[in-house]
């Protein structure tokens, strides 16, 4: 089984910190992605890397970098954390065989800035 | 401007009945399906996925059914069961590997 690790459960920083949050999988899945998740907006991406050193913004990248060394792990940087950015973060890996293959979450890890 | 929509919120349905999810879609392009299920404090897991040249796939207890004429899909789950009770959420493939997910549908299934 797939197993995707996030580092923290649950998070609470004060606003302008700066934030990491680790995401590892276990299974050499060349993708990894990060995803918020709010009520009634569903899951929406934030960033998401092909392979090692390799990083492309998804729908909403404003106030979020990553980070993509190795390629089992996948850091989300909130580089000055903000009340907006409480949230649901979800990580993901995928194996891109012609991109059908599911994706594999995380547990998630809840953000509360305050 | 969400590309796939899921309008109802959510859904209550007795157990053995069918629950019925819907979502629709708007960008003509997605070319791949999927349904995912989320319990309470978990990461979503993979349920069932379509492609965008069939109109039905089956799986157990699950049925999606593609309508791509109305850009609209629904997940069927008969018999329902309790265990069933999470969130329902539908995505869309646009090109390259990005997934767009819908909001959501909570389904609670009554015993």
């Known amino acids: 089984d797939v197993k995707v690790t996030q580092s923290s459960r649950y998070l609470v920083k004060r606003t302008g910190e700066k934030v990491f949050l680790e995401c590892v999988q276990d299974?050499?899945?060349?993708?990894m992605f990060w995803y918020r998740q709010d009520p009634g907006l569903g899951l929406r991406l934030i960033y998401f890397?092909?392979?090692?050193?390799?990083?492309e913004k998804g729908d909403i990248p404003e106030g979020y970098s990553v980070s993509r060394e190795k390629k089992e792990r996948f850091s989300l940087i909130l580089e000055s954390a903000s009340t907006n950015q409480t949230s649901m973060y979800l990580c993901?890996?995928?194996?891109?065989?012609?991109?059908?293959?599911?994706?594999?979450f995380g547990n998630g890890t809840r953000l509360t800035v305050t | 401007d969400q590309q796939v929509k899921q309008n109802s919120p959510s859904l209550s349905v007795q157990e053995g009945r069918i629950s019925i999810l819907n979502c629709d879609y708007t960008?003509?392009?997605?070319?791949?399906f999927l349904w995912y299920k989320k319990y309470p404090a978990e990461g979503p897991t993979f349920l069932i996925s379509?492609?965008?040249?069939?109109d039905k796939n089956e799986d157990g207890r699950f049925t999606v059914f593609l309508n791509k004429s109305a850009k609209h899909l629904s997940l069927h789950i008969v018999p329902s069961q309790p265990g069933d009770s999470a969130v329902y959420f539908c995505?869309?493939?646009?090109?390259?590997?990005?997934?767009?997910f819908g909001a959501g549908t909570i389904l609670r299934v009554k015993s």
């Open positions: 993901a890996s995928r194996i891109p065989t012609g991109g059908n293959s599911p994706l594999h």
């Open positions: 299974m050499d899945h060349e993708n």
């Open positions: 890397s092909y392979d090692v050193k390799m990083k």
């Open positions: 960008n003509s392009m997605f070319d791949y």
């Open positions: 379509i492609s965008s040249i069939k």
């Open positions: 995505a869309a493939r646009e090109y390259g590997n990005k997934l767009v």
